[in-house]
Structures are given as C-alpha cells and as structure tokens.
C-alpha cells in the first residue's frame, strides 16, 4: 500500500512525457522504474508499452509488451492500436498476427472495443476480408454487437473493403447509432459510386435524425455527387450544409469547392472557393486541380501562384494539381519549376508526386525526362508504371510500352484496368494480333471483365487487327456498351471494307438510344467514302449538326473532301474546301492533290499542289506530287521551281517503312535498310516472285508521268 503513492507519480509523468511525446525523458524514466522494481507493476507496464507506440517506437513498444508476464486487455490493446495507427501493410500484418495470439489458447485474453477497432483498421489497410470477417465472429460469439463503438469499427472495414451490402446488413443491425455510423455509411456507398443509395440514407437521416448532420455526414454526402449530371442535388446539400452553419468547418468549404469542380462547374467552384473564409492548402489544391481538369490550365498556375504569395506551402496533392495543369504541352517550362519546387520541399520520392511528373512530362513528349523519374523512383506501384506505359502510347512508342509491360509482369507487379487499356491499345497501333490475344489472356488472368475500359480496348484491338469476328464477340458480350465501344467497332468495320454493315451498326447504336459524339461521324464517314456513298455522306454530314448539334471538325471536313474526291466529283470538292467555314491549313488541299493525280486531272490538281505550297507545306509527297503533274503537263520550269523550293525549305523524302508480326516478332522493313538480319534471304526470295511474275505475263503497271516519284 505504501508503495502505491510512487506508481501513481510515475504512471502520472508516463502519460505527461506520452501526451508530449518525449522520448528521452520517457526513456529515461523506464530505467528508473527498471532499477527500482516498478515494471512489475501491470499499470506501468501497460502505460510503458502505450508510451513507446504513441512515440511510434513499436521495436521498443514490443519488447516492453514481450516482458509483461500476465498480460492483460490493455496490454494487447496498446500493442495492436500502435501498430494500427502507424498503418502501412507491414505493420498492419503484425496487427492480425497479434489478434490471432491473443485469441489462442495458449494467451487466450477476451477482445474488448479498443482491440476490435485496431484489428478493423488493420484489416481495411489490408484488404483483408477473411480477417475482418474472422473478426466480426468474435464480436458476435462474444455479444458485443451492441456496443456503437464496436460497429462503427465494424461498419468501416466493410465499407473500405468495398463490401458495403455487408455493411448496411451491419448498419440496419446497430441497436444504436451516431453521426460516425451514418457518415461512415453513406460514405461507403459514395466511395463505390452508388448515389441513389447515398440519397436514400441521406434523405432518411435528415427526415427522422437531423441532429447528427454534422461536418462529417455532409462531406461524405458530397463526394457522392461529382458528375455533371448530379449537380443539382450537390447544390441543394451545399445549401442544407449552409442552413446547419457547416461551412464554416473547412472539411466542408473543400468538398463544396470539389464537388463543383468536379461536376464542371467551375463558375460556382469559384464562387464557393471566394466565400469561404477559412482556407487551407487542400481547399486551394481543389480549386487549382478544377481548373485544371476543366482545361483552364493558366488559371490554375495563376491560382498556384497566389497561394505561394499568400504564404501557403504546397502539399502533395497541391503539386498533383499543378503538374496535372502543366500536362497540355504547351506549359512544359512551368511543369520544370514545379517538379524543381517539389524537390526543393522534399518531395523528389513522394510516390504521388513522381507519378504526376512522369505523367507530366510524358503527356508533353518528353519521355526520355519522364523515364528518368520512372527510373528514379524503381517503385512496384501500379499507378506510377501505367503513367509511364501510357506515355509510350501516347506518344506512338508502342513497342517501348509493351516492352516495359513485360518488365512490369517480370517483376511480379500486378496491372491494373488502364494499364490493359494502354497495352491493348499499342497492340492496336501495331496491327500486333497475336500479342494482342496474348494481352487478351492475361486480362482474364488478372480477373478483368469486359466492361469500360477493358471490353472496348479489346473490340477495338481485335478490329484494327481486321480480326473483325473476334472484335465482335467481345462487343456483343460486353455487359454495356458506351459510345467508345461503339465507335471502335463502326471504326473496324468501316476500315476493312465493310462499310455496309458500319452503317448498320450506327442504326443499332441509334435504337439502343447510345448517343453518338464526333468520333462516330468520324468513322461512319470514313464508311461513305469507302463504298462511295456520296449522297449518304451527305446525309449523315448534315444529321451530325442539325440532330445532334455536333459542329463540324477538319476531320469530318477531311472525310467529306475525300469522299467527294473518291467519287469523282472533284470540282465539287474544291469548292466544298473554299467554303469551309474552318481553318483547315493543309489538310484539305492535301487530299483533294492526291485524288486529282487518281483521276489524271492536272489543271485541278496543279491548282491544290500551288495551294499546298502557298501555306508552306512540309510533306515531301506535296512536292513530289505536283512536280510530277508539271512534268505530265509538260511544264519543265515549274517541275524545276518546285523542286528547288523543296531543297530551299528543307525538305526530305523520308523513306517509306512497314513491319509485320510472325511468331510474336515485329520485323520491321525501311527503303534502303541492309540491316536485317534476313536481307539476303529476302532479296532472293523476292526476286524468285518476281520472275515467277512475269513468266506468268503479269506486268507491272504504271503512269509513266508519275514514275520518277524521286525529287
């Protein structure tokens, strides 16, 4: 009994040294209590334990917990908490391992709401399911269903695992709940997505439970509406958050400012951003990424820029935004002063941060920069490998993308559903099918199904690889179709001759109610052009404005000028391009100069080549087509005017270049190349066609006037 006074003086400077988290002095005092005898006692080894897990020393928090002799519910719950807090897997794994042990028979110590809040935490960080739902079987065998505490532990790890059917089953069960219960709900269906479901609890709660809408609920409530679509009811929880007095939590202010920017309204987004009074790095992060993602990338910097002058540093989400905005190519310089900014606060391995750089720098071609922060970092993280595989993509470097997805698989990291898309679409690009069948297989591996983005990467491989009937089972199987779905497969069958059954298909895609956009006329006049369906090109030209207010672009102005010219109607062409109401520099002339020398129409085509030339074309074809119609019109001096042009302005003939796939290699043929490793074999084989050729009378047929096509 004497001996009680001295352990409450030192369990007292135990909680004063971990509530400031001194270490030395703590570590200081547990010597002390070691010479004096008092670590026997289970309250101070408890609160030793708790000690060093608060400071976030687990090495030292485990030993001290490994030579307790009779541990008891605390004890366990001081370790495991410590460990949860930290967070990360490793330490979320230890986390599980510690409730099994105490559970066993051999340490056998009954859970109480501390320890079951730890243990759920962990099994969120997971992914754990089976863990969690171990978990949930102690709570009910021991009857502590009741306990609030205990379910919305309980009702978090099943909505962060995504499993949020289990958790209504677990929120409709609470005898009791509180505003943790309910934001954490609706949150849960926020985070998959499900809206109406989120409404419904909402609307339940403000009907019958008003007084738990707090900061918490309300912020959970708007992340469900981020669409444009949903704008509406975003607005009317932002005036409910107003007529509680909750904008004044900042948490609030920054899931309005989000949520409108989000929707595409960066009018109100800006408005809200304005009113709020309280201000934190997050809500000018918010504003910054919405202009950014709304394409306004100069205000966004301008916005970056005000923040720095108002004396806020950057977080890491605030650099995302800012490198996001210096994605368009055109703000390269101001993306390098941002990627040097963040490493100047110690951001050069913040794993989000290197990713949106890579992503930055590869969106602006600059992918030998890209891959230097690819290779610095050496991280296994999905998001990071598929902005770097992507980038190769974007830019036509498709065989380095798929070489790096190889490396990706070699290293045992698994893809996600955009890094499939990517790869998919660099087999596209390559007509590689076998590859492309390959990646198919590994979709399925890895669990992917068919819906977006999975399913029309996979119709649209399968259809550039003109392998139109698998490209159709994987359309016709795919659970919904969206208008990228549709436009990959129209797009297929209108470029392997099957213009027919394209059009055919934009009727199905017309009666299923699937809304086209300027893609799909894109492609249903490519179609026309094909089967030289002058008249229903037409058609379809005048139906994209007036049905479905689609402006015209220089693409559909290209399809409409070479349908015209394929049909022959060459004059009607030319006058279609004079009177086009857009600035189309070369594209129009280009084609219609190509479609004169098809149909031996000199005059006409004479008068687009000096066209081309006037706007300072680059093309060699240009030149080396309008030299050869001078030279069939017998006009030797503008042959030589065109071709001393063509030197003044530097431009080269670039040699011509294909490739084929056989036994999952690309070999790849340039005019003039010796370097592969077959030529010789090649060359005989071609010359035996050749002759074979001939002595079967086949000759080779050609205008003499566009023979010397060399400039």
């Known amino acids: 009994m004497t001996a009680a006074p001295h352990y409450r003086s030192i369990?007292?400077?135990?909680?004063?040294?971990?509530?400031?988290?001194?270490?030395?002095?703590?570590?200081?005092?547990?010597?002390?209590?070691?010479?004096?005898?008092?670590?026997?006692?289970?309250?101070?080894?408890?609160?030793?334990?708790?000690?060093?897990?608060?400071?976030?020393?687990?090495?030292?928090?485990?030993?001290?917990?490994?030579?307790?002799?009779?541990?008891?519910?605390?004890?366990?719950?001081?370790?495991?908490?410590?460990?949860?807090?930290?967070?990360?897997?490793?330490?979320?794994?230890?986390?599980?391992?510690?409730?099994?042990?105490?559970?066993?028979?051999?340490?056998?110590?009954?859970?109480?709401?501390?320890?079951?809040?730890?243990?759920?935490?962990?099994?969120?960080?997971?992914?754990?399911?089976?863990?969690?739902?171990?978990?949930?079987?102690?709570?009910?065998?021991?009857?502590?269903?009741?306990?609030?505490?205990?379910?919305?532990?309980?009702?978090?790890?099943?909505?962060?695992?995504?499993?949020?059917?289990?958790?209504?089953?677990?929120?409709?069960?609470?005898?009791?709940?509180?505003?943790?219960?309910?934001?954490?709900?609706?949150?849960?269906?926020?985070?998959?997505?499900?809206?109406?479901?989120?409404?419904?609890?909402?609307?339940?709660?403000?009907?019958?439970?008003?007084?738990?809408?707090?900061?918490?609920?309300?912020?959970s409530i708007l992340s469900a509406f981020t669409l444009p679509e949903y704008i509406h009811i975003g607005s009317q929880i932002h005036c409910l958050g107003l007529k509680h007095g909750l904008l004044s939590h900042v948490s609030v202010g920054n899931a309005i400012v989000t949520m409108y920017s989000k929707c595409g309204s960066l009018d109100e987004a800006v408005k809200a951003f304005d009113l709020l009074s309280n201000k934190n790095s997050i809500t000018w992060s918010a504003m910054i990424t919405g202009y950014a993602q709304g394409g306004d990338h100069k205000k966004a910097l301008e916005l970056f820029s005000k923040m720095h002058f108002n004396g806020l540093v950057a977080s890491e989400f605030t650099l995302v935004g800012v490198l996001n905005a210096c994605s368009d190519g055109t703000a390269i310089g101001d993306g390098k002063e941002a990627h040097a900014y963040s490493i100047k606060l110690g951001f050069q391995y913040q794993i989000y941060i290197m990713t949106a750089v890579v992503d930055m720098y590869a969106k602006c071609g600059f992918l030998d920069d890209a891959r230097k922060g690819f290779d610095h970092l050496q991280e296994p993280d999905v998001v990071l490998w598929t902005s770097m595989i992507g980038g190769y993509v974007q830019n036509g470097e498709n065989e380095r993308a798929i070489d790096l997805f190889c490396k990706m698989q070699t290293q045992g990291i698994s893809p996600n559903e955009p890094t499939m898309a990517s790869v998919l679409k660099a087999c596209s690009s390559l007509a590689a099918l076998e590859q492309g069948k390959q990646i198919h297989a590994t979709t399925i591996k890895h669990g992917f199904g068919l819906e977006a983005p999975i399913g029309g990467a996979l119709s649209t491989m399968y259809a550039k690889c003109g392998s139109l009937k698998d490209g159709d089972l994987v359309f016709t199987r795919m659970p919904s179709r969206d208008v990228i779905s549709w436009n990959a497969m129209i797009s297929g069958l209108s470029q392997n001759g099957q213009g027919v059954e394209a059009l055919e298909l934009f009727t199905k895609m017309q009666i299923e109610g699937t809304k086209p956009d300027y893609v799909t006329f894109v492609n249903i006049l490519t179609a026309c052009s094909h089967m030289g369906m002058v008249e229903?090109?037409?058609?379809?030209?005048?139906?994209?404005?007036?049905?479905?207010?689609?402006?015209?672009?220089?693409?559909?102005?290209?399809?409409?000028?070479?349908?015209?010219?394929?049909?022959?109607?060459?004059?009607?062409?030319?006058?279609?391009?004079?009177?086009?109401?857009?600035?189309?520099?070369?594209?129009?002339?280009?084609?219609?100069?190509?479609?004169?020398?098809?149909?031996?129409?000199?005059?006409?085509?004479?008068?687009?080549?000096?066209?081309?030339?006037?706007?300072?074309?680059?093309?060699?074809?240009?030149?080396?087509?309008?030299?050869?119609?001078?030279?069939?019109?017998?006009?030797?001096?503008?042959?030589?005017?065109?071709?001393?042009?063509?030197?003044?302005?530097?431009?080269?003939?670039?040699?011509?270049?294909?490739?084929?796939?056989?036994?999952s290699y690309n070999h790849v043929f340039v005019v003039g190349d010796q370097l592969h490793p077959q030529v010789d074999e090649i060359r005989l084989e071609l010359n035996r066609l050749s002759k074979a050729m001939k002595d079967e009378g086949y000759h080779l047929e050609s205008d003499l006037n566009f023979a010397d096509l060399e400039v």
């Open 11 to 219: 369990f007292t400077q135990f909680l004063e040294y971990t509530q400031q988290k001194n270490l030395p002095n703590g570590r200081t005092l547990h010597a002390h209590i070691i010479k004096t005898g008092s670590i026997h006692c289970s309250y101070i080894a408890n609160t030793l334990v708790n000690f060093y897990a608060k400071c976030h020393r687990l090495p030292e928090a485990h030993l001290a917990f490994e030579s307790i002799e009779n541990k008891d519910v605390v004890s366990w719950n001081s370790l495991i908490n410590g460990y949860s807090q930290l967070g990360g897997p490793q330490n979320s794994v230890i986390v599980m391992h510690l409730f099994k042990k105490m559970m066993s028979q051999e340490h056998l110590v009954l859970p109480d709401a501390r320890t079951f809040a730890g243990v759920f935490t962990a099994a969120s960080a997971l992914g754990d399911c089976f863990g969690g739902k171990q978990g949930h079987t102690v709570i009910v065998k021991l009857g502590r269903c009741d306990d609030i505490f205990v379910g919305s532990s309980l009702l978090n790890m099943y909505c962060k695992a995504g499993l949020v059917e289990d958790a209504r089953k677990v929120f409709d069960e609470m005898p009791e709940r509180n505003s943790i219960s309910w934001a954490t709900m609706i949150s849960g269906y926020s985070m998959q997505r499900i809206c109406g479901k989120a409404l419904e609890l909402f609307r339940e709660l403000v009907a019958h439970e008003e007084e738990y809408v707090n900061e918490f609920v309300v912020t």
């Open 536 to 663: 229903k090109g037409w058609e379809y030209f005048n139906m994209m404005s007036n049905e479905y207010g689609i402006i015209p672009r220089i693409d559909h102005y290209a399809c409409m000028v070479d349908l015209l010219s394929r049909g022959g109607k060459l004059n009607e062409a030319k006058d279609f391009i004079e009177s086009a109401p857009i600035d189309h520099g070369l594209c129009l002339w280009r084609i219609l100069l190509s479609a004169c020398r098809n149909y031996h129409n000199y005059e006409l085509g004479a008068y687009a080549g000096e066209k081309l030339m006037e706007l300072g074309s680059q093309e060699s074809s240009a030149y080396v087509l309008l030299s050869s119609i001078y030279k069939a019109l017998g006009r030797s001096s503008d042959v030589e005017r065109v071709r001393r042009m063509m030197s003044v302005r530097g431009v080269s003939k670039e040699p011509g270049c294909s490739w084929i796939e056989l036994k």
